[in-house]
């Protein structure tokens, strides 16, 4: 018998870890993978209230993240080969078009 | 018994994820995002969503992270170089992550009683009706959202080849 608030505690880790990762890191690529393990971890939670209501909408909500952070991926990283073409680089200190 | 599986996969994920923020390299943090991915998989598993455990597998560890592999390789994405970051992400980013994660714990603790708890065991025998049930609610009731989000895909997938191609 494992108690949901360990699964809803190991969410908050990941989702923690996923928000330092967004901030520390410089690489466009690598804070768009921490964007995804912050989702991931809202899906673990999402799964375990689910079952501990014995209600199936949170699994089917998690079925639509999957479904939107599939298209999202795909369109986040057609943008980053487009800032790659025009900017020759990754780092998001040089990404700064907006700023100036 | 429960227990160990949940803190073998648990405590592989939360390594993971550390690996994630502490490794230069991106492809050495999208193969342990993998990783990540693949242990809340088994997780699902263990909380009775065998859908959600294949789909995991196939959609996210196998999709998606082959997609960013593929684009990390594509732009030749060499190691970051390490830069102090934004004052905002210090003051404000850092405190507010562990905010948030003291508060969860702290709440999730307190109310461990009324959260209750996981056994393992007869999933295997209800793995079909899982499934069962789930493709009843997403074709009778959510018949709609199901057909929209096969137009958002579609949409994604257009735009994504619009923003990738090559300008003329």
Known sequence: MVPIAYYLILAAILFSVGVGAFLIKRNVITIFMSIELMLNAVNLTFVAFAHMWHQLNGQIFVFFVMVVAAAEAAVGLAIIIAIFRTRETLNVDQINLMQS | ?168
């Not at chain 2, 995991?56 to 190691?79: D, T």
């Open chain 2, 1 to 168: 018994m429960e227990l160990a599986l949940f803190l073998i996969f648990g405590l592989l994920a939360v390594a993971a994820a550390l690996n994630l923020l502490l490794q230069r390299h991106p492809i050495n943090s999208a193969l342990s995002l993998v990783v990540v991915m693949m242990s809340l998989a088994v997780l699902y598993w263990s909380l009775g969503a065998e859908f959600l455990a294949a789909a995991q597998v196939i959609v996210y560890s196998g999709a998606i992270m082959v997609l960013f592999v593929f684009v990390i390789m594509l732009l030749n994405a060499g190691e970051e170089e390490r830069t102090t970051g934004s004052r905002i992400a210090y003051i404000a980013g850092f405190p507010g992550a562990a905010a948030i994660f003291c508060l969860l714990t702290f709440v999730f603790l307190t109310e461990r009683q009324a959260l209750g708890g996981v056994g393992i065991g007869g999933y295997l025998d209800t793995a079909t009706n899982n499934i069962a049930a789930i493709s009843t609610v997403l074709f009778t009731k959510l018949l709609l959202p199901f057909e929209v989000t096969s137009v958002l895909i579609l949409v994604a997938i257009l735009g994504a080849v619009v923003l990738a191609r090559k300008e003329q």
